[in-house]
């Protein structure tokens, strides 16, 4: 069973930083991807990045490009996203998720949250002042 728990979420002033750590773990291959969504008060869950196991490919969303960096650590199955420069706008609250089987013939793993199997129990950043 793949669990997913998250570490990393807080209070930051505008133009600062965060790292968010996802550990993962119950994978019985490496065909899977880690997701990064947020869903800031009154909107809906929105994707920002993921990453492929397989092949480390990495993908964000357009609004997040050159803010936000997601990496992992194989060693200690953790995936991360380092979010820099953050704005009011960043507020949410912050879910990790896997796409467990995931195809690296799938051009990316930007999906839909329904396609994602598994949760994290969610993380909240606020960027305030």
């Known amino acids: 069973q793949v669990q997913l728990v998250e570490s990393g979420g807080g209070l930051v002033q505008p133009g600062g930083s965060l790292r968010l750590s996802c550990a993962a773990s119950g994978f019985t291959s490496d065909y899977y991807a880690i997701g990064w ?19 480390g490919h990495t993908y964000y969303a357009d609004s997040v490009k050159g803010q936000f960096t997601i990496s992992e650590d194989n060693a200690k199955n953790t995936v991360y996203l380092q979010m820099n420069n953050l704005k009011p706008e960043d507020t949410a609250v912050y879910y990790c998720a896997a796409l ?20 994290g129990q969610g993380n909240k950043v606020t960027v305030s002042s």
């Open 37 to 55: 969504f947020r869903q800031a008060p009154g909107k809906e869950r929105e994707g920002v990045s993921c990453i492929s196991r397989r092949d």
């Open 100 to 119: 467990y089987p995931y195809s690296v013939l799938v051009p990316t793993c930007m999906l839909p949250m329904d396609r994602y199997t598994s949760w």
